[in-house]
């Protein structure tokens, strides 16, 4: 059974910068490829972001792109999700996912091909 662990939610102010952490304890972490998702209240869960296992390569949503950073420490199997400028928008719940799969540049940004999920972590931008 893998176990996602995120935290660093919360209540923020519009334009203040927030980080999320995901931590994947007792998982291959370093071979395994990442992603940030989020749900917003009646609305789909989507792609914020996402990170190859070695780090070289990262995807962002159009809409968070140049605002949020998504980066890893392999050595403490965390996966972390910057976001600065936050908009009221942002507001949703925000999920860490991990696969068992080699993902593309493609597959990589589809919540489908993700196997485990984290329980979540509720941002809320007030304006």
């Known amino acids: 059974q893998v176990q996602l662990v995120e935290s660093g939610g919360g209540l923020v102010q519009a334009v203040g910068p927030l980080r999320l952490s995901c931590v994947a304890p007792?998982?291959?972490?370093?071979?395994?490829?990442m992603g940030w998702f989020r749900q917003a209240p009646g609305k789909e869960r989507e792609l914020v972001a996402a990170?190859?296992?070695?780090?070289?390569?990262?995807y962002y949503a159009d809409s968070v792109k140049g605002r949020f950073t998504i980066f890893r420490d392999n050595v403490k199997s965390t996966v972390y999700l910057q976001m600065n400028s936050l908009k009221p928008e942002n507001t949703a719940v925000y999920y860490c996912?991990?696969?068992?799969?080699?993902?593309?540049?493609?597959?990589?940004?589809?919540?489908?091909?993700?196997?485990?999920w984290g329980q979540g972590t509720p941002v809320t931008v007030s304006s």
């Open positions: 007792g998982r291959t972490f370093s071979r395994s490829d």
């Open positions: 996912a991990t696969t068992d799969s080699w993902l593309t540049a493609v597959t990589i940004l589809e919540a489908s091909v993700y196997d485990y």
């Open positions: 990170i190859k296992w070695s780090g070289g390569a990262s």
